[in-house]
């Protein structure tokens, strides 16, 4: 197949390639074997029947790296910081994923959603119920969706429907490792998903890391989220040096980790981080839902942590990943704005030495890089969270030896007017800004067609 089309992905975070009429050949197996402008590629593949998609565009599939599938019916739950809006809003959501039937509706309806919306990869927490969690797979195998999906574990402090006991969870969340994990040729995934130190005994943790290790499966939780989760994981894990500290104690981190949040954490955890490979997800929404603070995204991007993003529903409100991105915009720009006025009001304070500003300065996490651009975020959303979950080498462009992964996009739903336009760094920034539940025709994963608006 040579799809014609305007061609958009983002490399790097500085950098933005566009084909303005551009081709796309995709093989039998779902991989993009030429890619370049029209001309040049049809010339090479004569007499091949081309698609013409014209106006619209293609971009590649938008990669959701955390969020909680069994949270969609309780989105939008306003009101309450972190622990209490889990206790009141989320654990009696998620024990109703002990009826399977009522699990497998959610699933159906939540990964179609999230195709519409452009996501053609999605990291999923389910719930502790292992019946849930594999109709959430069968759901995602048969959707076509490229999914890694996990069994989320907790032994304690949670309500006695979601309560397990550390045998049983190890137990499922291995059996539903060995039937999922890899299937379709690697499209399907198991994450073996500690909910947060909180929740998790030592045990536990130890158990879930052995496992993941020995199956080559990804690791999932949470970190650093929210100010009282920090107390409280202070007093629960005295032993520790940090939050970070805990996951390391029982073998969490690591190249196949992927840690949600990520907000408030010292030097000292940044630099484990960092060395151990561990991947950081941004859910922007989610952290000004819930109060929770402001990544300094930038900060964390400029020392050399991988990060990703994510919805984080139902914390985040949306499962659009293009709101996410204008989402993760806003709030580098807040941060920046805040910065400024702290900068100023802390040079107007009377008697302050150079040192002590200095101090203050590193307490609030100040950061002299500009703000996060739509550039910045679509390269997130795409190559990045390909990175973060190790296939940056398969997923997140549009190139030869790439997977077909990409979305048909119509750029005039973002336009004001409704017309096509060739400047793609404003295009892009209008997708991000003004995300339209109807941009996306069509999505692809590995060369099947996901998802198709109809009447287009
Ligand atoms: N920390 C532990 N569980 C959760 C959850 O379900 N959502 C968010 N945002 N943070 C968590
Ligand atoms: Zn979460």
Known sequence: MLIRASLLSAPSLQELRFEADGGLVVDGKGSITDAGAFEAVSARHPGMVVEDLRPFWILPGLVDLHAHLPQYEAVAADGLELLPWLERHIFPAEARFADGAHARATARTYLRDALSLGTTTTVLYATIHAEATDAIFQEAEACGIRAVIGKTMMDRHAPGSLREDTETSLRDSEEL????HGRDGGRLQYAFTPRFAPSCSRELMLGAGRLAQKYGAFIQTHLAENLQELEWVRELFPEADSYTDVYRRFGLLGSRTLLGHGIHLAPAERRVLRESG???IHC?????????GIMPLRKWLGEGLSVGLGTDVGAGPSLSMFREMGEACTASKLRRAAQTVQTARLSQVPGLSEEQ???VAGALDLDPQPALDAVGAFHLATRGGAEALGLGDRLGRLEPGFDADFLVVDIRQADPLKRVSADPAHVL???VYRSDPHLVQAAYVRGRRCFHRSGT
Do not use: D, E, V
């Not at 490792?177 to 999922?180: D, G, K, T």
């Not at 922007?284 to 839902?289: C, K, L, V």
């Open 177 to 180: 490792c060995r039937a999922w």
């Open 278 to 280: 561990s991947h950081l």
């Open 284 to 292: 922007p929404s989610s952290n000004a839902f819930l109060q929770s």
């Open 357 to 359: 500003k200095l101090l």
């Open 429 to 431: 920034s209008r997708l």
